[in-house]
């Protein structure tokens, strides 16, 4: 015991000394299973058909494209239809078909709704919908074409759900694809709130009167 206590010091102030040394390692030193350590990691959806091309050439069979039909974990609401091609609209016009899943959305619900819609909608097509978002600002803003009046133009209001769903998944015209932004259930939530506030713009119909004049 007398000798651990005496030799212990002398050891640990070695040790100490040796690790303080002003020498860099750039070697790492042996790694137990180097391939488990340091794996092939590619960002998803970043890999280029070249890139694909050359690790084909080393026996590396890549692919970043989901398997179709497939969906993330979590995802809710699978959309089956794919983005057309360019130049084709038949999938655009196959929306149509598609009803929201959501329906009948509480209130709590809604307001997120309208959250959702004012964070990622409202610079171009405004906090109103009458496609006056900050972006635009009545001509005078960066954006000189005037965004789509989701509230007031009869052609959007018209728009069914299904074809709303695929613009905000995919993209149309000038607007770009918000998947990374909203998840499935969110664009539906989006499209509902806008729907609420196209239904709400509407003025009441009239009560029916019968022969008389009398309303029924």
Not at 2 to 23: R, T
Not at 112 to 120: D, G, I, K, Q
Request: charged fraction near 25%.
């Amino acid at each position: 015991m007398q000798i651990l206590k005496k030799w212990f010091p002398l050891c640990l102030s070695g040790l100490v000394l040796a690790s303080c040394s002003s020498e860099v390692r750039r070697d790492p030193g042996k790694v137990y299973m180097p391939d488990m350590a340091y794996s092939r990691a590619y960002e998803t959806y970043s890999v280029t058909p070249e890139q694909k091309e050359a690790l084909l050439k080393k026996g590396i069979h890549y692919s970043n494209v989901p398997v179709p039909g497939t969906m993330k974990r979590g995802a809710l609401f699978p959309f089956d239809i794919p983005k057309d091609p360019e130049g084709d609209t038949a999938n655009y016009y196959a929306s149509r078909q598609v009803k929201n899943p959501l329906t009948n959305l509480d209130a709590a619900t809604m307001v997120e709704a309208e959250r959702l819609f004012l964070v990622n909608c409202a610079i171009c097509h405004g906090p109103k919908l009458d496609g006056n978002g900050p972006l635009y600002k009545g001509g005078d803003g960066p954006y000189p074409a005037k965004p789509a009046t989701l509230v007031g133009d009869a052609k959007y209001e018209a728009m069914p759900e299904g074809q709303m769903y695929y613009s905000v998944t995919y993209g149309k015209n000038k607007m770009g694809s918000y998947a990374s932004q909203l998840d499935t259930r969110q664009r539906w939530m989006v499209i509902a709130y806008i729907k609420s506030k196209q239904a709400a713009s509407k003025p009441a119909p009239e009560a029916a009167t019968d022969s008389t004049g009398s309303k029924k």
